[in-house]
């Protein structure tokens, strides 16, 4: 069983629709849950983080993590084009982070 | 800002033979990383290190592989003899310390990455 699961799209959207990127992990003792963005030919950078459950706002992006179904979401609320990116699901315990497959992103004009 | 630096940008090289793979970490920070990910898929941890060994590794870090910190600045990652599936973009990471609880996360700051091709 993969440690963490990304359906990796492509997923194309209009700009200004909501978006909903998910991903499902299996370890339980993962304590951190992160957002990762990565555009092309580039590193990945980190986009948000949570630790434990519960939601984590920060402007048009909110993380949320429910640790009882293993389940890791992060939504986009009024996507720009300059949003377009993959983005990586991860997680961390100790200083072993695991990422997901990622999952391309293209908003439209 | 202060930024995790890689050299080269893109590597060819011939099956069998050596390559070093170039970071320079964040001056301040102490735990080092090394990540690869073949194209179109998913970005792999292969090492960890802190205290001038290595910590953790994963499974693809067999004895083909190994990192060093030569000096106060650079964090290296060697392939002795390599395959044509080690053809892929390595990352390097730091990270100041070490997580621990809600206030106490540490980010790990990626690198550019170095594309490995093995012909």
């Known amino acids: 069983q993969k440690e963490v699961e990304q359906d990796p799209g492509p997923l194309s959207v209009p700009e200004g629709a909501i978006v909903s990127l998910n991903c499902t992990y299996s370890n339980s003792a993962f304590q951190y849950f992160m957002w990762y963005r990565q555009y092309s030919r580039k590193g990945p950078e980190l986009l948000m983080y949570t630790y434990s459950s519960g939601n984590k706002e920060d402007g048009r992006f909110t993380a949320q993590v429910d640790k009882s179904s293993k389940y890791i979401s992060l939504f986009i609320r009024d996507s720009q084009p300059s949003d377009s990116a993959t983005y990586l699901c991860a997680t961390l315990t100790n200083n072993d982070m695991r990422f997901g497959a990622g999952t391309r992103l293209t908003v439209k004009p | 800002e202060p930024e995790v630096t890689q050299t080269p940008s893109h590597q060819v090289t011939q099956m069998g033979q050596e390559v070093i793979l170039r970071c320079v970490p964040i001056?301040?920070?102490?735990?080092f990383y090394w990540y690869r990910q073949i194209l179109g898929q998913k970005v792999e941890f292969l090492v960890s290190f802190y205290n001038n060994e290595i910590s953790e590794k994963s499974e693809i870090f067999d004895d083909q592989f190994s990192v060093e910190r030569p000096d106060g600045s650079n964090f290296t990652l060697k392939i002795r003899s390599t395959k044509l599936e080690d053809s892929a973009m390595y990352f390097c990471a730091s990270k100041e310390r070490t997580s621990g609880g809600l206030l106490l996360y540490n980010e790990q700051f990626f690198g550019p990455g170095t594309r490995l091709t093995v012909l």
């Open positions: 001056s301040n920070h102490l735990y």
